[in-house]
């Protein structure tokens, strides 16, 4: 009994180490992110009065390199602030986007990608950036069409293709347009552990263990 406690204790020990690192290398990432695209669009003040602008709040989900040799990718959540002149309607409708910034960046990635898994696209294995890029995208979509809570209150398990996924509906079966992303076969042995992890980042209530995939 000593010698398993031993190895459980090592193992703990070895995830927040491992955590730290990884939260300690978002750190850097994350400096970047406010540093280059923290404004991706400004108007002059005298262009456009501030009545006559919109501004609206929404979580997007981006793709951070945080350790490029060891080909490790994070899914980071954000909230943006995009303002709109609502003088009138652009061309092919819709307010023109005047101003787009990032207002607030999560402290911890959501998930952390490293693992490559096999795919039939003509590009070949669906590699660490691959999936990060795919899913961040996914999930920005979700949140914005869905809401955080909702599309985590509405998360489940399931099969598609044979393979182990983590899906979103209130109804329907596992299938290509409701798949947030693959478990790789690690996780697939802890598939409700990684799914309640997964439903506490939607609802704001995520540990400081992000989800390694």
Not at 107 to 121: E, F, N, Q, R
Not at 188 to 194: A, T, Y
């Amino acid at each position: 009994m000593y010698r398993e406690g031993a190895n459980n204790f090592s193992v703990k020990t070895n995830i927040r180490s491992e955590v730290k690192i990884v939260n300690n290398q978002l750190k850097l990432s994350l400096a970047g992110i406010l540093a280059t695209v923290g404004l991706w669009g400004i108007i002059p003040p005298s262009v456009a009065k501030a009545e006559q602008l919109e501004s609206t709040d929404k979580v997007v989900f981006a793709c951070v390199s945080i350790n490029s040799e060891e080909n490790q990718y994070a899914t980071v959540p954000q909230i943006v602030r995009e303002t709109r002149d609502t003088t009138e309607p652009g061309l092919l409708g819709g307010y023109p986007l005047v101003k787009r910034e990032v207002i607030q960046v999560s402290s911890k990635p959501m998930i952390v990608w490293t693992a490559t898994l096999s795919s039939d696209h003509p590009k070949g294995a669906y590699t660490p950036d691959r999936r990060c890029q795919s899913v961040s995208t996914r999930l920005t979509n979700l949140a914005y069409t869905l809401g955080m809570q909702t599309f985590a209150d509405i998360s489940q398990i399931g099969v598609v293709n044979y393979e182990q996924v983590v899906y979103v509906s209130s109804e329907e079966e596992p299938n290509f347009d409701n798949v947030v992303f693959t478990l790789k076969p690690e996780n697939r042995e802890k598939s409700e552990e990684v799914l309640t992890q997964f439903k506490d980042f939607g609802q704001g209530t995520a540990s400081d263990e992000p989800i390694y995939e």
